[in-house]
């Protein structure tokens, strides 16, 4: 067998070798969902345990949250959450910290639960500009070199 034939032989069990599917990875998806009793979460969350790949389902009804961790897709669960025929959407909130203008039209949220607020994409609301950013770091507490005056 010379180098042409090891080399045929060497490309035939490399092709038969299965390629392997990437693994699915666990995510926790959050839907905020319509609930006035606890008929209403108990009928949330045997739906949404039913969804492929689900591992647990908390439903939070105060906060009007159902937190679905597995290994499933954010689409699918809120289709699964829709039909219980209750008004849902994929969690909209995001910590207070995480927005440069909280209190900005379209993104505080009187019905928001606390210390959150509406998720945003808009560049200007999201972060500060330079300007408004050089103006935070002056009056720091956590920089050494701030003005004093505070």
């Known amino acids: 067998m010379g180098v042409a034939g090891t080399l045929e032989y060497l490309s035939e069990v490399l092709s038969s070798v299965k390629k392997h599917k990437k693994k699915k990875q666990i995510t926790t998806v959050a839907v905020k969902v319509r609930m006035d009793c ?3 979460a108990r009928k949330v969350k045997n739906v949404l345990s039913r969804v492929k790949g689900a591992k647990s389902v908390d439903v939070d009804l105060k906060q009007q949250k159902a937190t679905v961790t597995g290994f499933v897709e954010p689409k699918k669960v809120l289709k699964a959450a829709q039909a219980t025929g209750k008004k849902c959407e994929l969690w909209p909130y995001v ?15 009187k019905k928001a639960p606390p210390n959150l607020v509406r998720a945003t994409n808009d560049p200007a609301i999201a972060h500060l500009n330079p300007v408004e950013e050089q103006y935070t770091l002056m009056f720091s507490d956590e920089n050494p070199n701030a003005c004093s005056i505070m």
């Open 38 to 40: 606890e008929g209403c």
């Open 95 to 109: 910590p207070y910290s995480l927005v440069a203008h909280p209190y900005v039209a379209g993104v505080y949220d």
